[in-house]
């Protein structure tokens, strides 16, 4: 099974700052690598798909990055909506591991 | 509006069933793959099962398998998770999930994330 592992588990930053919350498989997984968005209480929403396509609706300050192993979700200028939890997760193969979360909060 | 609605948790004792059901609409239900994530209390996200449109293939977490299984109806539009021989770390929130299919042009292939999501319904184990 893919072991998916994210850094930092939690992360504090301010408005306007520009964050990047890193995802590593333990294996290739090419670019199946989605990002979720989760705010608590809530359901997770798809942010990116294939490692840096960006989900309709979804605002052009979030980016992702990366293949093979090592990815990144970064989020140019930082929103007050934005503080959530955040997971990877990779679509190469079935068991489809989640990271497990960067929680992202206000400084 | 496409909508994922899950029903069917509460509380049960360990070692025993419950069925979740989750009614799609919106949206042509046969022509997607669904899932169900959980996540227990305070934890992340833990994908457990999917099956494809057409019902004939189902993938799940080890953890899970030979206890759950998942189903579906597609003339009602539902999908279904059977859980047996229930444990107390089964307790969480089950979300039903949509998997959707993008296209891309640059790689010429598909790829898949979970774009629609049900609003969760809560299974707590414990005597």
């Known amino acids: 099974d893919i072991q998916m592992t994210q850094s930092p588990s939690s992360l504090s930053a301010s408005v306007g700052d520009r964050v990047t919350i890193t995802c590593r498989a333990s294996q290739s997984i090419y670019n199946y690598l989605n990002w979720y968005q989760q705010k608590p209480g809530k359901a997770p929403k798809l942010l990116i798909y294939a490692a840096s396509s960006l989900q309709s609706g979804v605002p052009s300050r979030f980016s992702g990055s990366g293949s093979g192993t090592d990815f990144a979700l970064t989020i140019s200028s930082l929103q007050p909506e934005d503080f959530a939890t955040f997971y990877c997760q990779q679509s190469y193969s079935s068991p489809y591991s989640f990271g497990q979360g960067t929680k992202l909060q206000i400084k | 509006e496409v909508q994922l609605v899950e029903s069917g948790g509460g509380l049960v004792q360990p070692g025993g069933s419950l069925r979740l059901s989750c009614a799609a609409s919106?949206?042509?239900?046969?022509?997607?793959?669904m899932s169900w994530v959980r996540q227990a209390p305070g934890k992340g996200l833990e994908w457990v099962a999917n099956i494809k449109d057409t019902g004939s293939d189902k993938y799940y977490v080890d953890s899970v398998k030979g206890r759950f299984t998942i189903s579906r109806d597609n003339v009602q539009n539902s999908l279904v998770l059977q859980m047996n021989s229930l444990r107390a770390e089964d307790t969480a929130v089950y979300y039903c999930?949509?998997?959707?299919?993008?296209?891309?042009?640059?790689?010429?292939?598909?790829?898949?994330?979970?774009?629609?999501w049900g609003q969760g319904t809560t299974v707590t184990v414990s005597s």
């Open positions: 919106g949206f042509t239900f046969s022509s997607y793959w």
């Open positions: 999930a949509r998997r959707g299919h993008f296209w891309s042009d640059y790689y010429s292939a598909y790829y898949y994330g979970l774009d629609v």
